[in-house]
């Protein structure tokens, strides 16, 4: 129903934000709310999510934390507010390889993970996320022929994998890689939100 807010972050806690949009206060659970700026303007990707008689509006920073979060709540056993507990932790490419990787010691760190709740996870997205990591070979060829150093070489294609395991095709991809590889970027999570600006 809705896709994302933008207006003037009003207030802050530990928990929830409540951003004005259209002279509307909306109360939004998300998962590192140190990360907007209060009395400015912010865009902020949403769910809603409806349970019985409540309707929960979740928020997050950028569209792939809000694609993560659709990932993990279609786990069984994870609901919304265990997802967002997973999500305070900004190490989102971690999560993905620790995932792919079956790193179920890994998994548990996360607030409220057993061991029996990573296997779950594992189960249910490894599979999706391989599916949605097998780059096109466009996309490698690009990686490969970087004229910047291996290590840059290397951020660039774990970038370009998270935005494949976060559900873009390869023909999207394909279009924002020449653009990526002109930045220096010193990061795989720096390609990732760069790819995400190019996308949308």
Do not use: C, W
């Not at 933008?6 to 206060?25: D, F, R």
């Not at 999510?49 to 950028?62: I, K, P, S």
């Not at 190490?91 to 792919?100: E, R, S, V, Y």
């Amino acid at each position: 129903m809705f896709e994302y807010l933008k207006g003037l972050v009003t207030y802050i806690n530990s928990h929830y934000i409540v951003v004005e949009a259209n002279g509307v206060g909306y109360h939004v659970l998300v998962a590192n709310p140190a990360r907007y700026q209060p009395d400015q303007i912010n865009t902020v990707y949403v769910e809603l999510v409806v349970r019985d008689n409540e309707q929960t509006l979740y928020g997050f920073f950028d569209l792939a934390e809000k694609r993560l979060f659709q990932q993990l709540t279609s786990v069984s056993g994870i609901g919304p507010k265990s997802a967002l507990a997973i999500l305070a932790d900004d190490d989102h490419q971690n999560l993905i390889q620790a995932i792919m990787q079956n790193d179920v010691k890994f998994l548990t760190k996360y607030p409220g993970v057993g061991k029996k709740t990573a296997q779950q996870i594992i189960l249910d997205l490894k599979d999706k996320l391989t599916q949605q990591n097998s780059l096109s070979p466009v996309q490698r060829n690009g990686a490969d022929n970087l004229t910047t150093t291996a290590d840059t070489n290397s951020y660039l294609k774990d970038g370009l994998a998270a935005l494949a395991a976060l559900g873009y095709s390869s023909r999207e991809i394909a279009k924002v890689t020449p653009k990526l590889q002109r930045l220096n970027l010193t990061a795989a999570s720096e390609y990732l939100r760069a790819g995400l600006k190019l996308l949308h």
